[in-house]
C-alpha cells in the first residue's frame, strides 16, 4: 500500500467567520487549508480527506505529522477495522486527537474497499439513496448586516439557511437575513457563543418568535456542566442540537440528557465507520441528527452524503462555500439538494479528480 496527501488551499467564495474567531483583528478567512489523502494498492485507488479544525486542535500540521508517522504497509482495504486500530497506536494523547487525519485513512481505506467490491459506500452499509429527498442547508458565516443581506440574496436558491450567530452583532446579523429572505427555514449555530444559560435562553426564546428558525446548535460551550445545559434543554421553546458536545457515540448519555438532537461530523468521529455508528446510536436514543461540514472538498462532503439515509438535516455545503474544489462527486451545489446525480465513478465514494488533479504533480 502506498500513502500520499497533499496539503491544498481552498479559496472562500466570501470571507469565512464563525462564533470562535469574531475577536480575531486579522477578520474572517479567505482561504482554508484541507489535506487530501491516497491510497494505493496495485491499480486500486482509494480517495480521502482531513479536514483542518483549530477548535479541536488539529490545524494542517498536526495533521501531516500523524500521516507521516503511518506505516502503509500495516494499512489494507481488506481489514478496515484492524487498520483503523494500527492507528490507535500511533496516538497517545486524548482520544479525540488526531480524528481528522484517521477519519482521511478511513474514507480512504472504505474507498478502496467498496471500488473493489463494486459498491457504493452507501450500499456496503446497506442504506441506499434517495435522489429528491435530501436537502443540504447553506451555511451564512458572521458579517456586518450589509455583508449578510448580500449573502442571503446571493444564497436565493437554497430553500434552507444556516445562519452562525454567537457574535456580537447577533440582533444585526438576524435583522438583515429577514430583510433578503423574511419567511425562509433558517437553522441557528451559536457555535458555544452564549457564555451563560440566561443569556442562552433569553436569545433562542428572541430567536423562537420567528416561525421560522427550526432548532438552535450548541447555544452553550461544551465545558459547560451538563446540570445548566439541561436546565437550558427543558426551558428551550426550540429544539437544541450538540455539535461541539457531541464527538463519538461514547458522548450520547451527556447529549440525551442535555440536547433533543446531534450533528455528526466526520472529522471529530474520526472517519465514515465510527460517524454511522454516532448516527445509529443517536437515533436509537430517539435524537434527531445531522450531519454537518467543515470547509472541504467533495471528498468529505461525498463521504458524509453517503450516510444521508441516517439523517433528519443535513448541512454539507463546504464545497460550495469554496470556488477551487478539485473534485466531483454528490454535490448540493444546485439548490440544496442533494444529488449523485453528476458523480460520474459508480462505485466506492463516487468522487474522482477533476482536471486539475492535486496528486498529479
Ligand atoms: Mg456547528
Keep these: 500500500m502506498l500513502l500520499e496527501f497533499r496539503v491544498i488551499e481552498l479559496k472562500m467564495k466570501h470571507e469565512w467567520t464563525i462564533a470562535t474567531g469574531v475577536n480575531n483583528p486579522s477578520g474572517g478567512s479567505t ?24 477548535r479541536y486542535e488539529q490545524p494542517t500540521d498536526v495533521i501531516v ?37 484517521k477519519c482521511g485513512i478511513n474514507i480512504a481505506l472504505l474507498d478502496g474497499a467498496t471500488k473493489k467490491a463494486k459498491v457504493p ?34 444564497a436565493a436558491p437554497f430553500p434552507i439557511l444556516k445562519v452562525k450567530l ?17 419567511t425562509k427555514t433558517v437553522r441557528v449555530d451559536a457555535n458555544e457563543g452564549w457564555k451563560t444559560k440566561e443569556e442562552a435562553l433569553r436569545n433562542i426564546e428572541w430567536l423562537a418568535t420567528d416561525p421560522n428558525v427550526e432548532f ?17 434543554k427543558s426551558r428551550s421553546p426550540l429544539p437544541l442540537l450538540a455539535d461541539e458536545s457531541y464527538h463519538t457515540a461514547k458522548d450520547i448519555d451527556f447529549c440525551v440528557e442535555c440536547f433533543h438532537g446531534v450533528n ?29 461540514c467543515m470547509v472541504e472538498t467533495s471528498i ?10 441516517l439523517t433528519d438535516f443535513l448541512d454539507i455545503d463546504g464545497n460550495i462555500l469554496c ?39
Design 166 to 182: 454567537g457574535a456580537p452583532n447577533d440582533r444585526e446579523i438576524m435583522a438583515a437575513l429577514r430583510a433578503a429572505a423574511p
Design 121 to 154: 459506500i452507501y450500499d456496503f452499509f446497506k442504506l441506499g439513496f434517495k435522489e429528491n429527498k435530501h436537502i443540504s442547508s447553506y451555511t451564512i458565516g458572521i458579517d456586518k448586516a450589509e455583508v449578510i443581506t448580500k449573502k442571503v440574496l446571493e
Design 31 to 54: 482561504a482554508v487549508k484541507t489535506v487530501v489523502i491516497q491510497l494505493k494498492d496495485g491499480g486500486l485507488v482509494g480517495l480521502g480527506e482531513a479536514a483542518r479544525s483549530g
Design 216 to 232: 438552535i446548535e450548541q447555544p452553550l460551550p461544551a465545558i459547560t456542566p451538563a446540570k445548566e445545559m439541561a436546565w437550558l
Design 65 to 101: 505529522d500523524f500521516l507521516k508517522k503511518i506505516d502503509p504497509s500495516k494499512l489494507s482495504f481488506d481489514n478496515i477495522p484492524g487498520s483503523m486500530a494500527y492507528l490507535d497506536t500511533l496516538t497517545d494523547k486524548h482520544p479525540y486527537h488526531d480524528s481528522s487525519a
Design 300 to 309: 468529505l462532503i461525498g463521504a458524509a452524503a453517503h450516510l444521508a439515509e
Design 264 to 292: 455528526v461530523k466526520l472529522l471529530k468521529t474520526g472517519g465514515i465507520s465510527n460517524a454511522y455508528e454516532a448516527l445509529q446510536v443517536a437515533r436509537k436514543h430517539k435524537m434527531k441528527t445531522m450531519i454537518g
Design 323 to 361: 470556488n477551487n474544489d478539485p473534485y466531483i462527486g454528490p454535490t448540493a451545489e444546485n439548490k440544496g439538494m442533494v444529488t449523485f446525480a453528476g458523480a460520474t465513478e459508480q462505485y466506492g465514494l463516487r468522487v474522482k479528480a477533476r482536471a486539475a488533479d492535486p496528486f498529479a504533480s
